[in-house]
């Protein structure tokens, strides 16, 4: 939990395709993560308001009494989203965000969108903009605070038969490196890692240090670099479901020349929002990493 022990404030935005309906992309999420978002974490949910009319209208989280209404995207809702990321007032600020977003939706490219993300990246505040990462990153919450682990998500965990991704910009690779070395135990349960380019070979050299150069010569498969379409090729396997979760260290103060290729990934990781996770700054994915060892000790069998 937070330091000041008071409760999540997350940010809760989603478009049009994932809000209508019973079984939308929305409604999975507030049904199946109700428990964790009432009981373990009681958190405060910032909604913008086509989003929390989308709730009313499907009776989700009815009753709960820690809903702040925010105006209408047109209005300015994304936008005041982006201020309240950046606050340093702890009455004001939020602690994370839930976006999820339609690849083919035009509004998920307006500036405010991709401002949101990226201010959530500088301020290491996680970005979820998933079915799968937001109802993975409540289950973490939950279990550290003390909650059971939501049964249903099990599967995902059994990680000898799950993909990761890791990849990291320039100024980025020294973060990567230190991550994977600190979660290597974790990281080794994966059935398959890919990287791109140079991280992958530096992630090899990583893991030939720890379990021996023949046993860590190949614990990274790695494809191109980014900027030669490496990142392409990781978003194929997300697209056939072969790799679930992406941890990508992003350098958010540099331009970058490929800048489609990035974007490509990440509109893979939500085409298939049901399944894809990704994450994109350091200091979340050390917590990631962390509560996901402590989620494996919970699974039955292990």
Known sequence: MLSTQRPYRIGLAA?????????????QLLRLSRPAIETHLKAELVVVGRTLDAMQANGLLAGYPHLTRFPYGREGGLMKLVSRIVDPDPARTLDAVVYLIDPVDPSSIFPEAVALKRQCVIHNKP??????????????EAVAAGAPPDRTLDASYD???????????DAMKERMLALAE????????????????????????????????????????????????????????????????????????VARQHEADIQLLERAARTVTDFATCVSDAQCADRWLGLMHKRLATMPGV
């Open 15 to 27: 478009n049009r395709a994932h809000q209508d309906g019973p079984d939308s992309p929305l409604a």
């Open 127 to 140: 970005f979820l903009a998933t079915l799968a990462s937001a109802r993975e990153w409540l289950d973490l």
């Open 159 to 169: 990680l000898a038969h799950e993909g990761i991704a890791l990849i990291a910009h």
């Open 182 to 253: 600190k979660h290597f135990d974790l990281l080794d349960k994966f059935q398959m890692r890919y990287a791109t380019g140079t991280t992958g070979g530096l992630l090899n050299q990583l893991a030939q240090k720890i379990k021996g150069e023949q046993a860590g010569r190949n614990w990274v498969r790695p494809f191109l670099s980014g900027p030669l379409g490496g990142d392409a090729q990781i978003a194929e396997l997300i697209l056939e479901r072969s790799c679930r979760r992406v941890l990508f260290l992003e350098d958010p103060h």
